[in-house]
């Protein structure tokens, strides 16, 4: 859809764009238009996942039961964060992955088109099973993403849902596959892995990250079902199970999966801090190594989230320092973000805005992350909205700025229009303002002891839940204006984008056309070290 | 590293892969609407998943034979083959890791719930509280937990059927890997009577578990329902069967395409992939043969 | 009320301390950090969460002071490394900008500040994680307890029995915690009651109050021992520093001594079902004469026909599952 003015332009001489829309779009092997689906898949999911957070909110306005049952608010609940996490987040990040990877390595396209294909169209049946349970007899799944038993298994849904879960695996691995492949068999001569962007590094680790977890969660969520259906003990005790065993596996899974959440937004924002900054990102090397050693940390921090299930002592610790440690990685980036800025010549256009608001927005999610880690504070903090606040500040002004700075840094490559950076601004600023309003409250709530997961309050809670949710329906209202500025740019804009777009822009993707054309890099282009952001390999 | 960057080779615009993103929602949603059916369903959901997996199948035929086309006549470069053979690592590999979740509860159940249930280490209150008739064993002595779920059983002895089947998958992987060379080497007979033997092992070997199997629901009492002990033995074997299954047959399409020709001393990914494929299969049995069966 | 008489009397020192003595080094250490999470948060002990409270509960237990104490450091250092971090950053985006004429410089890499930049924030970790160790570790100590209470989770009440106290078994002591008729009458959906209104003792307690709640007495290291009989529920009372799930087929245990008489109000802390939110916690703590009091009472009200059982203490209804206001919604 936003550059459905494409092939008109630059386009190269003999491959145009095939006319008909179902041709072009449903069986497309063409990686811009399946980034694309992609993208606008996700925004559309993001609105989805959104409005049960504003009903969530607006439950949560006051105290006393006002708006729905508490049922289906737990439903909401559930829903929300299955919809953001699986449905906006992920495809958000493969649809930039699709759109830029092949662009920035110098390849014709994915390794696999086809395959790229089907993982994208899995994803609306997918979720069409899982929304579908919202309109069935019994309600959909109300047993909150992380789907602990034995409570997921009393809901009529868990079959749908798992499936829909099996659904979204695939989709993902076939993802994952498909880029580490791209990466490995596609770059242009010339493109070492160490001159890659570190966009794609970040996604070359999180693909692996996906290929290793998401089989895990298929596993996990399969005994569910068979425990439910067919009369197996896993997690259950009378058999010789164990119900935390699930959260065992479900959290091998669910841990990295957060970082699959905020791996390419790092990478997002890597390549967005040099430009803006017009100085080349500091110490790359230790960038990418910093997203390695995040990535193997992450596979033994699973039971941080289990502090509370009564762990042996040895294991609370080892989980513990094990957590802790994952902010010295994630600390070299931020201060390696900082230094790029030092000493540049930076200018502030609205991707850059939306970039340093993820670097001190996440890092303060960060923090609470670390405190989330220290085990007897923990046991306060669990299950609260503390845990809440932390969460929503790395994915929300983690992943979802990074995506949205992202989508202002590419939207000009994208459609060959510049968007309107006053309207750009706007909602930036009435973003990083209210979505403050909306999360930061809800650490005092949880430090004060209000549980997650209730639709209902003690009224010593009512103040800070009114600001939350005024600032949440404030911040849904901001975008729309985000949706107005894609719109208008992909349809409406007049001022043609330059082929750099900005100053400071270094890669092989500054060097096609705007909006680049369908195929591109039919020929390997030669890359030369000085158009490359990390052209000099001596650090 | 690089390739040699001939033409890149973008393959045409396919309608595969939205067929199979719908006959995969068939089916699971057909599956989904039986496992919930009610007693005097119409068989709604029944339906579906017959039309969804019959698609399923279709849709396998029809990618695969379009991708044959395109491979016999010549499409695919270097670059490609190597694509392919990344996907299918990789591929193999999120199989691995499916299979870790498994064995990962097996290890979970044995070292930590079962004894814990019976009073070791983290479980005396549990036991104390509990359990206090329980003794916390596996197998037979305990296996299906403190309420002896599923009623007591007995285990299926490693050094009959099991080990036979270990040995049928053993000789399989030799028979492929001699397929392989004759492959490379050019003997067509070779190939065409190895490759065979293998699809015959296999086929042995699944016959030999469906035997394995209704024995163990008839005479030992051994069912999906036998506690933690029934659910990790039939979960991982039952798993591993299917994929022993879906390896024959991959097997047996390799076997037609060699006797159609279509491989060649150079040019034989889709032999490579299924060998793959049927070594991982080889290497999960021999965990389970030892964590399942044995130990 | 409680609160008050809490800020007051909280310092006991005749009282054992579980943080062992090495932990006064280290809170004088952290002293300048502490200060600072205090002015930012006001961190006062509260038996009940207040409007507008911004910290921890300092907790009314021997051993609740460590999250609290551990929650204002890592704070503290949180925010200092933020104000570096950030001020770093700012000072950059107003130095470094293209509209002050900022030429960017050629550098990319400096191994030394990188190394700094590395170690530092692990020698941090490492004092972080020696003072949460010693935290867990004590917790971790059931031992020496002087009393057993057994606490079941339901969809969605509580039952708590009474095991043993002061080495001696009991019996039969043990009932059902549910949430109060007012709060539940209040909480039903466009009830049209004021949750303002449902308050005891001058403090609001809608959806934090229930039918009976759990007495315990203070200055005795009881033990808990925590399962469930449907799904998993989390025991969780913020005064006394910790939550612990309540898993069905599993007990878990924990442990409290709790150094003042009040009332101390907590809420089921798992999702649980549809009525997760209106399962709460109330333990009244009390001497420990009057414990014993109390205790005889029940004993012997449950001793001879339950028909005839009843005490000023609390109605004997002990035995009886019974949650009629909540059936319907099930
Ligand atoms: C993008 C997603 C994302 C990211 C990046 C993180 C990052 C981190 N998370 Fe978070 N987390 C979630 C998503 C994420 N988390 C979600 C969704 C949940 C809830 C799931 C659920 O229950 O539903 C959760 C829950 C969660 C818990 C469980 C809480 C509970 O339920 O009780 C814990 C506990 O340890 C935790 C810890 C951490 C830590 C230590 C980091 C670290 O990676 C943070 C590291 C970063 C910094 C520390 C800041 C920058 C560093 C510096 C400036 C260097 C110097 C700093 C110091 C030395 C302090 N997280
Ligand atoms: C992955 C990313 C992600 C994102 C982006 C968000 C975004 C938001 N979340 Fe998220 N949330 C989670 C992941 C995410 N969340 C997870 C994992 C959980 C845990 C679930 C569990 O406990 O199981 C959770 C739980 C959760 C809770 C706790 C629920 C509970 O415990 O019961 C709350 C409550 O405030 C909340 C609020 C919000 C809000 C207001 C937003 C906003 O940022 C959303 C903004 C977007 C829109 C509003 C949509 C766009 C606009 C419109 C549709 C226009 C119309 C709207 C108006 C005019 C107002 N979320
Ligand atoms: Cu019980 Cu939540
Ligand atoms: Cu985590």
Same mark, same amino acid.
């Given at each position: ?41 996700? !925004? ?58 092949? !662009? ?119 005994? !569910? ?315 | ?89 990789? =591929?193999? =590999?999120?199989?691995?890791?499916? =299979?870790?979740?498994? =064995? ?192 | ?21 090495? @932990? ?210 989390? @025991? @969780? ?94």
């Amino acid at each position: 859809m936003a550059h459905e003015a494409t092939h008109d332009h630059h386009d190269d001489h003999h491959h145009h764009a095939p006319q008909g829309f179902f041709q072009r779009w449903v069986m497309s092997t063409n990686h811009k238009d399946i980034g694309t689906l992609y993208l606008v898949f996700s !925004l559309l999911m993001f609105f989805i996942g959104g409005s049960f957070a504003m009903v969530i909110r607006a439950e949560l306005f006051k105290p006393g039961l006002d708006l729905v049952q508490p049922y289906f608010f737990n439903q909401m609940t559930t829903m929300h964060a299955l919809v953001m996490i699986f449905g906006a987040i992920m495809p958000a990040f493969v649809g930039l992955g699709n759109w830029m990877i092949p !662009l920035m390595i110098g390849a014709p396209d994915m390794a696999l088109p086809r395959m790229n294909n089907l993982s994208f169209w899995i994803l609306p049946f997918a979720f069409t099973l899982m929304l579908s349970t919202l309109f069935m007899a019994g309600g959909g799944p109300a047993g909150g993403w992380t789907m602990y038993p034995p409570l997921s298994l009393q809901s009529d849904s868990l079959a749908y849902v798992v499936f829909a879960i099996h659904l979204m695996g695939i989709s993902s691995i076939m993802g994952a596959i498909n880029i580490i492949a791209t990466i490995l068999n596609m770059r242009a001569p010339g493109m070492d892995l160490l001159k890659m962007p570190v966009f794609v590094w970040s996604w070359l680790i999180t693909a692996f990250l996906l290929i290793a977890v998401m089989p895990v969660l298929a596993g996990a969520v399969t005994m !569910l079902l068979t425990d439910k259906y067919f009369g197996t003990s896993f997690f259950n005790p009378g058999g010789g199970g164990d119900p935390v065993l699930y959260q065992h596996v479900f959290w091998f899974f669910g841990h990295p999966e957060v970082y699959i959440m905020i791996l390419p937004a790092f990478g997002i924002i890597s390549e967005i801090i040099p430009t803006f900054a017009r100085k080349p990102i500091f110490g790359y090397r230790a960038m990418v190594y910093a997203i390695a050693s995040i990535a193997f940390l992450s596979f033994i921090v699973w039971a941080h989230h289990m502090f509370a299930v009564g762990l042996p002592l040895g294991a609370d610790i080892f989980f513990m320092y094990a957590t802790m440690l994952i902010a010295v990685p994630t600390g070299v980036k931020v201060f390696n973000w900082v230094a790029t800025m030092w000493g540049g010549s930076m200018t502030f256009e609205t991707p850059m805005l939306f970039a340093i608001a993820f670097v001190i927005l996440f890092t303060i999610g960060g923090f609470s992350g670390l405190m989330l880690a220290m085990v007897p504070a923990d046991f306060q903090y669990h299950d609260t909205y503390f845990v809440v606040a932390h969460f929503h500040y790395v994915l929300v002004t983690g992943a979802a700025f990074a995506i949205m700075g992202a989508t202002y840094f590419w939207l000009p490559k994208w459609t060959g229009h510049m968007y309107s950076e006053f309207w750009g601004k706007v909602h930036f600023w009435c973003s990083v303002v209210f979505v403050n309003v909306l999360f930061f409250p809800q650490h005092f709530l949880g430090l004060a002891g209000m549980p997650r997961r209730i639709p209902d309050y003690n009224v010593a809670f009512a103040n800070f839940n009114m600001i939350s949710s005024i600032g949440g329906f404030l911040f849904g209202a901001s975008q729309l204006i985000f949706l107005g500025v894609v719109v208008h740019c992909a349809f409406f804009a007049k001022k043609k984008a330059t082929d750099r777009v900005w100053e400071g822009a270094k890669g092989l993707e500054w060097t096609v056309p705007s909006p680049a054309p369908h195929h591109t890099f039919e020929v390997p282009p030669v890359v030369r070290d000085e158009e490359l952001a990390h052209g000099h390999t001596d650090d | 590293m690089s390739q040699q960057h001939d033409v890149y080779y973008v393959p045409s615009k396919s309608q595969w892969p939205i067929v199979a993103a719908v006959v995969m929602f068939l089916t699971v949603f057909g599956a989904a609407h039986w496992l919930n059916a009610e007693p005097g369903d119409t068989g709604f959901g029944k339906t579906v998943i017959t039309i969804g997996a019959i698609g399923v199948l279709c849709m396998f035929f029809g990618w695969f034979r379009s991708v044959i086309k395109e491979s016999l006549a010549g499409n695919y470069n270097h670059q490609v083959d190597t694509s392919f053979r990344m996907g299918m690592m990789w =591929f193999i =590999f999120s199989e691995v890791m499916f =299979f870790g979740a498994f =064995f990962g509860a097996l290890f979970y159940i044995r070292n930590f719930s079962v004894p814990w249930l019976g009073g070791e280490g983290h479980g005396v209150l549990t036991h104390q509280f509990l359990y206090e008739a329980y003794s916390g064993a596996w197998g037979t002595a305990g296996g299906n937990g403190p309420l002896h779920v599923g009623g007591a059983f007995n285990t299926v002895v490693p050094w009959g059927l099991p080990l036979l089947n270990t040995l049928i998958l053993l000789t399989s992987s030799v028979t492929v890997t001699i397929a392989h060379h004759a492959l490379r080497a050019g003997h067509r007979g070779r190939i065409l009577l190895f490759l065979g033997l293998t699809v015959l092992l296999g086929a042995t070997f699944l016959y030999c578990q469906a035997h394995e199997y209704m024995e163990a629901y008839k005479e030992l009492n051994l069912t999906l329902h036998s506690g933690v002990y029934g659910s990790t033995f039939f979960m991982l074997t039952g798993f591993h069967g299917l994929h022993v299954t879906l390896g024959t047959i991959m097997l047996a399409v390799i076997w037609c395409r060699v006797l159609k020709g279509h491989f060649n001393k150079e040019h034989h990914f889709a032999f490579e992939a299924v060998a793959w494929y049927w070594h991982f299969v080889d290497v999960v049995w021999l965990g389970l043969f030892l964590f399942v069966y044995i130990l | 009320m409680t609160s008050g008489s809490i800020r007051t009397g909280r310092i006991e020192p005749n009282q054992h301390r579980t943080p062992p003595g090495r @932990w006064a080094g280290i809170r004088r250490a952290g002293a300048v950090s502490l200060a600072l999470a205090l002015a930012l948060c006001s961190g006062l002990a509260q038996a009940n969460p207040e409007p507008g409270q911004l910290n921890l509960t300092r907790g009314v237990t021997t051993w609740s002071e460590v999250p609290y104490f551990l929650n204002n450091v890592v704070l503290g250092v949180c925010v200092v490394i933020g104000i570096l971090v950030f001020g770093a950053m700012f000072i950059a985006m107003f130095r470094f900008r293209k509209s002050r004429g900022a030429v960017p410089e050629k550098w990319s890499h400096n191994t030394m500040v990188e190394v700094i930049w590395t170690t530092i924030p692990v020698l941090i970790l490492v004092a972080l994680a020696w003072l949460a160790t010693g935290g867990l570790v004590s917790f971790a100590d059931t031992t020496g307890s002087q009393m057993t209470i057994k606490v079941t989770g339901y969809q969605w009440k509580w039952r708590y029995d009474y095991v043993d106290y002061l080495g001696k078994p009991i019996s039969k002591v043990g009932y059902m915690s549910k949430l109060d008729a007012l709060s539940d009458k209040t909480r039903q959906l466009h009830s049209g009651l004021d949750p303002y209104a449902v308050t005891t003792d001058g403090y609001n307690t809608y959806l934090i109050n229930v039918d009976k709640p759990l007495v315990l007495p203070i200055h005795t290291k009881i033990r808990f021992v925590i399962t469930s009989d449907d799904v998993i529920h989390s @025991w @969780w009372v913020p005064q006394f520093g910790w939550k612990m799930d309540a898993i069905p087929g599993i007990v878990n245990t924990a442990w409290t001594n709790i150094n003042e008489t009040g009332t101390y109000r907590g809420q089921c802390a798992e999702l649980c079902g549809q009525d997760h939110g209106f399962m709460p916690i109330v333990v009244k703590a009390v001497s420990q004469e009057d414990f014993a009091k109390w205790l005889a009472d029940q004993q012997q009200a449950s001793a001879p026909a339950p028909a005839a059982a009843s005490s000023a203490a609390a109605p004997a209804s002990a035995q009886t599952a019974a949650a009629p206001a909540k059936a319907g919604n099930g």
